[in-house]
């Protein structure tokens, strides 16, 4: 018992070690798990932009980054530790890349003050920032994945897909139930039938289900699938030759670690994207300068212009952007969450800011407002070419049906804010 | 020298059926409970709270209603994420239905409801045994899940499934929420563990636990000798469940604060709390205090070492943690089969003697 104490003891000095003088950025990553295919290499872009800003350029506005990585392995509990481990550091801004962790921080940290920034993720209905106060998604979130999807079959199809049938494969979680309401609602509209099919944690055995739609044989599958559960679900549908170009997954479901198990089997899968694919951009030659050749990279550094990779650098850049314009709104370099918070309801990305940046053409242009903490919600289609081992985009990034996902969104916040009472902001 | 019996006279029966005859174990006793309820609400912070204390105390719930069943009645159950489950979402339903109620009569009831469901699942113990039992718990495990993914009526509904615990209060102090204080949520999980430890400790030894322990041992000659098995099984049933749904309840209102079924009340959490329960030993309450310290605490102690102090990469920090929680699982079930609670035994009876053990 005494020994137990003093370990305790231990333990809690350590966590209570204040950093002063930095900006803190906690990166909630896991390296670790039947996720971990898929953090990995999100963690690495996302310490790796944090290093080259500070390498490069000093920080931001002359304050060092000071970027705290706390494993979760994807699971709430240990998610919960690391916030209340880096919360008393001064973070300025958590990324918790888990919808599940999410939905934790949205009232702890709207309670504590610090801002929340699920990138895509997430609950879908804190794009309202008349209620969400601290939390942001833009630039897209999951029904807008799920109708720039149904869109992308509307252009296959000419515009009619009365009749066709979409499945839609998903784990079975909040972040794949997220998007079968959007889905039903778009159902009524376009006369598509929609069969969900539910896949357990962790998802390594999708037989039954793939079982399924090989009887139902649906038009199309929409799949919401993340870690291990992706790189299964595309083995298996090439085991049954469903037709790959009819297979769309989220832009969580396409990574090239989801496909490269496939192998050749995988050429032509689609998946959504809300950002670049490859390495083809100016800032790739910083990373190379100021971090891979310096032996700073994060991780095993064998990451650099995979999706993820990309994302994970995107993420980052967007809380670098957002810090710059808090700096700039509140005249002080070193800011607070707070602050930050600031910075994000007024950031601006535009193509010119993007290219300033090394990143040309990268992503949609962004506006945040007080009212709308998700963007505009636009995405593109990439497809896997297995040959060159490579995703190309195959379409431009295009509008949701904001119809529909506006009375959505704005009936689930509402709902939101009457079981907490919170009353709305921006008027 | 000091930890002795010598000279610490007993005039009455009570005296001596006391849970501490040894004095310095009873002083020990009221420290420790002086220190839980008088120190440490007061320098507690959101971390120490969130991170070590609460889990732990929820964890000693559960792990205290598991040994009831495992330890002492020998029913093996790996249903205990499930029962967890009807805790926090029974809490959950009352929660939102009455949100004037205070959160302790919400949490009994939900303890309640598990109490009925935990029976009704307790029901084929009366026919089968051993690990034929536990197959059939592990069918309320997945069944349990199951359902509380599939209608929509226990997550009110909500888009995503999840259910998020809102702000409830007990005589006015916030216990549940964001804006919940590190002491507050403290307190309430520790008023329910001592209680819930004061029943179990009395229960056992009681003729109640008397016809458990009859039942562990040898259910045949238990009966033979009077001991109604449907009873005793079915009691024993009732009580673990409503201690694991108290501690399902507070898993997710004061601690998580949001959570989903298959995540935080799956398979790994049935074997987690059995895991506390066989490592601190059997049949013994003590034991699961200590397994549940065990399991809960060593990760965050290591994880501080680890990656805190010593500034390894935090994968490689999270692989090392299971190696060695592992390792030094398979040491102490080599060393002491019979858990910690036999370790702590061990070292009183060795203190008696120390320091002239001939």
Same mark, same amino acid.
């Given at each position: 018992?005494?020994?137990?104490?003093?370990?305790?003891?231990?333990?809690?000095?350590?966590?209570?070690?204040?950093?002063?003088?930095?900006?803190?950025?906690?990166?909630?990553?896991?390296?670790?798990?039947?996720?971990?295919?898929?953090?990995?290499?999100?963690?690495?872009?996302?310490?790796?932009?944090?290093?080259?800003?500070?390498?490069?350029?000093?920080?931001?506005?002359?304050?060092?980054?000071?970027?705290?990585?706390?494993?979760?392995?994807?699971?709430?509990?240990?998610?919960?530790?690391?916030?209340?481990?880096?919360?008393?550091?001064?973070?300025?801004?958590?990324?918790?890349?888990?919808?599940?962790?999410?939905?934790?921080?949205?009232?702890?940290?709207?309670?504590?003050?610090?801002?929340?920034?699920?990138?895509?993720?997430?609950?879908?209905?804190?794009?309202?920032?008349?209620?969400?106060?601290?939390?942001?998604?833009?630039?897209?979130?999951?029904?807008?994945?799920?109708?720039?999807?149904?869109?992308?079959?509307?252009?296959?199809?000419?515009?009619?897909?009365?009749?066709?049938?979409?499945?839609?494969?998903?784990?079975?979680?909040?972040?794949?139930?997220?998007?079968?309401?959007?889905?039903?609602?778009?159902?009524?509209?376009?006369?598509?039938?929609?069969?969900?099919?539910?896949?357990?944690?962790?998802?390594?055995?999708?037989?039954?289900?793939?079982?399924?739609?090989?009887?139902?044989?649906?038009?199309?599958?929409?799949?919401?699938?993340?870690?291990?559960?992706?790189?299964?679900?595309?083995?298996?549908?090439?085991?049954?030759?469903?037709?790959?170009?009819?297979?769309?997954?989220?832009?969580?479901?396409?990574?090239?670690?989801?496909?490269?198990?496939?192998?050749?089997?995988?050429?032509?899968?689609?998946?959504?994207?809300?950002?670049?694919?490859?390495?083809?951009?100016?800032?790739?030659?910083?990373?190379?300068?100021?971090?891979?050749?310096?032996?700073?990279?994060?991780?095993?550094?064998?990451?650099?212009?995979?999706?993820?990779?990309?994302?994970?650098?995107?993420?980052?850049?967007?809380?670098?952007?957002?810090?710059?314009?808090?700096?700039?709104?509140?005249?002080?370099?070193?800011?607070?969450?707070?602050?930050?918070?600031?910075?994000?309801?007024?950031?601006?990305?535009?193509?010119?800011?993007?290219?300033?940046?090394?990143?040309?053409?990268?992503?949609?242009?962004?506006?945040?407002?007080?009212?709308?903490?998700?963007?505009?919600?636009?995405?593109?289609?990439?497809?896997?070419?297995?040959?060159?081992?490579?995703?190309?985009?195959?379409?431009?990034?295009?509008?949701?049906?904001?119809?529909?996902?506006?009375?959505?969104?704005?009936?689930?916040?509402?709902?939101?804010?009457?079981?907490?009472?919170?009353?709305?902001?921006?008027? | 020298?000091?930890?002795?019996?010598?000279?610490?006279?007993?005039?009455?029966?009570?005296?001596?059926?006391?849970?501490?005859?040894?004095?310095?174990?009873?002083?020990?006793?009221?420290?420790?409970?002086?220190?839980?309820?008088?120190?440490?609400?007061?320098?507690?912070?959101?971390?120490?709270?969130?991170?070590?204390?609460?889990?732990?105390?929820?964890?000693?719930?559960?792990?205290?209603?598991?040994?009831?069943?495992?330890?002492?009645?020998?029913?093996?159950?790996?249903?205990?994420?499930?029962?967890?489950?009807?805790?926090?979402?029974?809490?959950?339903?009352?929660?939102?239905?009455?949100?004037?109620?205070?959160?302790?009569?919400?949490?009994?009831?939900?303890?309640?409801?598990?109490?009925?469901?935990?029976?009704?699942?307790?029901?084929?113990?009366?026919?089968?045994?051993?690990?034929?039992?536990?197959?059939?718990?592990?069918?309320?495990?997945?069944?349990?899940?199951?359902?509380?993914?599939?209608?929509?009526?226990?997550?009110?509904?909500?888009?995503?499934?999840?259910?998020?615990?809102?702000?409830?209060?007990?005589?006015?102090?916030?216990?549940?929420?964001?804006?919940?204080?590190?002491?507050?949520?403290?307190?309430?999980?520790?008023?329910?563990?001592?209680?819930?430890?004061?029943?179990?400790?009395?229960?056992?030894?009681?003729?109640?636990?008397?016809?458990?322990?009859? *039942?562990?041992?040898?259910? @045949?000659? =238990?009966?033979? !000798?009077?001991?109604?098995?449907?009873? &005793?099984? #079915?009691?024993?049933?009732?009580?673990?469940?409503?201690?694991?749904?108290?501690?399902?309840?507070?898993?997710?209102?004061?601690?998580?604060?949001?959570?989903?079924?298959?995540?935080?009340?799956?398979?790994?959490?049935?074997?987690?709390?059995?895991?506390?329960?066989?490592?601190?030993?059997?049949?013994?309450?003590?034991?699961?205090?200590?397994?549940?310290?065990?399991?809960?605490?060593?990760?965050?102690?290591?994880?501080?070492?680890?990656?805190?102090?010593?500034?390894?990469?935090?994968?490689?920090?999270?692989?090392?943690?299971?190696? *060695?929680?592992?390792?030094? @699982?398979? =040491?102490?079930? !080599?060393?002491?089969?019979?858990?910690? &609670?036999? #370790?702590?035994?061990?070292?009183?009876?060795?203190?008696?003697?120390?320091?002239?053990?001939?």
């Amino acid at each position: 018992m005494k020994l137990k104490l003093a370990s305790m003891v231990l333990a809690g000095v350590m966590a209570a070690v204040p950093a002063m003088a930095d900006l803190v950025y906690p990166s909630l990553s896991y390296r670790t798990g039947p996720y971990a295919v898929n953090g990995i290499p999100f963690a690495d872009g996302y310490a790796d932009y944090f290093t080259l800003i500070n390498e490069r350029d000093g920080g931001i506005g002359g304050v060092p980054i000071k970027m705290i990585e706390c494993e979760t392995g994807y699971n709430t509990e240990k998610g919960v530790e690391c916030y209340e481990a880096t919360k008393g550091q001064g973070a300025l801004i958590y990324q918790p890349l888990s919808t599940g962790i999410t939905y934790q921080l949205i009232p702890k940290a709207s309670a504590d003050g610090i801002p929340v920034h699920s990138m895509g993720y997430g609950r879908t209905s804190a794009a309202n920032g008349k209620i969400f106060e601290w939390i942001f998604n833009y630039p897209a979130n999951y029904w807008n994945g799920a109708s720039i999807a149904i869109n992308h079959i509307l252009d296959i199809n000419g515009g009619d897909i009365a009749g066709k049938s979409v499945a839609l494969v998903y784990h079975n979680s909040a972040y794949g139930k997220e998007p079968i309401r959007t889905l039903e609602e778009l159902s009524k509209k376009h006369g598509y039938k929609l069969t969900t099919i539910a896949v357990d944690h962790p998802g390594q055995e999708q037989k039954s289900q793939w079982l399924q739609i090989r009887r139902e044989k649906p038009d199309y599958v929409l799949m919401w699938g993340w870690g291990v559960m992706n790189p299964v679900a595309i083995q298996e549908a090439v085991n049954i030759r469903y037709p790959m170009e009819n297979f769309i997954g989220i832009w969580w479901s396409g990574s090239e670690n989801d496909v490269i198990p496939a192998g050749a089997g995988a050429n032509g899968y689609k998946a959504l994207a809300f950002h670049g694919v490859g390495n083809d951009y100016p800032l790739y030659g910083d990373l190379q300068k100021y971090v891979v050749d310096a032996g700073k990279a994060a991780g095993a550094g064998d990451q650099l212009g995979t999706v993820l990779y990309n994302r994970g650098l995107y993420a980052a850049m967007l809380a670098v952007e957002a810090t710059k314009k808090a700096q700039a709104i509140h005249g002080v370099a070193q800011v607070t969450p707070a602050m930050v918070r600031d910075g994000m309801e007024a950031l601006e990305i535009t193509e010119a800011s993007m290219a300033a940046l090394g990143l040309p053409n990268f992503g949609p242009e962004i506006s945040v407002t007080c009212e709308n903490h998700g963007g505009a919600g636009d995405g593109a289609v990439t497809q896997w070419d297995a040959g060159a081992q490579k995703w190309n985009l195959i379409s431009d990034f295009g509008p949701s049906d904001m119809d529909v996902i506006g009375k959505l969104i704005a009936g689930d916040s509402a709902a939101y804010a009457a079981e907490n009472k919170i009353s709305e902001r921006c008027n | 020298m000091i930890y002795r019996e010598a000279g610490d006279f007993k005039t009455t029966y009570k005296d001596d059926s006391q849970t501490f005859p040894i004095k310095f174990d009873r002083w020990g006793y009221y420290v420790i409970l002086a220190i839980a309820f008088l120190v440490i609400p007061f320098v507690i912070n959101d971390y120490w709270a969130n991170a070590v204390f609460v889990p732990f105390l929820i964890y000693a719930i559960a792990a205290l209603g598991l040994n009831i069943l495992i330890g002492y009645c020998g029913q093996l159950s790996l249903g205990t994420g499930g029962f967890m489950a009807v805790g926090a979402y029974s809490v959950y339903k009352l929660m939102t239905a009455f949100p004037d109620v205070s959160m302790l009569v919400h949490v009994v009831i939900a303890g309640l409801i598990t109490t009925c469901v935990g029976v009704l699942f307790g029901l084929p113990s009366l026919r089968i045994k051993g690990f034929y039992l536990a197959v059939a718990t592990l069918a309320a495990q997945f069944f349990l899940v199951w359902l509380f993914n599939k209608v929509p009526w226990f997550y009110n509904y909500s888009a995503s499934g999840m259910i998020n615990s809102p702000e409830r209060t007990v005589f006015g102090m916030i216990v549940t929420g964001p804006n919940t204080s590190a002491s507050a949520k403290y307190l309430f999980c520790l008023i329910f563990l001592v209680a819930v430890a004061w029943i179990a400790r009395n229960l056992t030894r009681g003729s109640i636990g008397r016809k458990w322990m009859a *039942i562990r041992d040898m259910d @045949i000659a =238990a009966e033979i !000798i009077g001991v109604n098995p449907l009873n &005793a099984k #079915l009691s024993a049933f009732a009580v673990s469940s409503f201690f694991i749904g108290i501690s399902g309840a507070l898993f997710f209102s004061v601690y998580l604060g949001a959570a989903e079924v298959g995540e935080a009340f799956g398979i790994q959490k049935s074997f987690l709390i059995l895991f506390m329960v066989i490592i601190g030993g059997l049949g013994s309450i003590f034991g699961s205090f200590a397994g549940a310290a065990f399991m809960v605490l060593m990760p965050v102690f290591l994880k501080n070492v680890l990656v805190g102090w010593m500034g390894w990469p935090t994968d490689l920090a999270a692989h090392m943690e299971f190696i *060695i929680v592992g390792g030094l @699982i398979i =040491a102490f079930l !080599i060393i002491e089969p019979h858990g910690l &609670a036999q #370790l702590w035994r061990l070292t009183k009876e060795k203190l008696r003697l120390w320091p002239f053990p001939h």
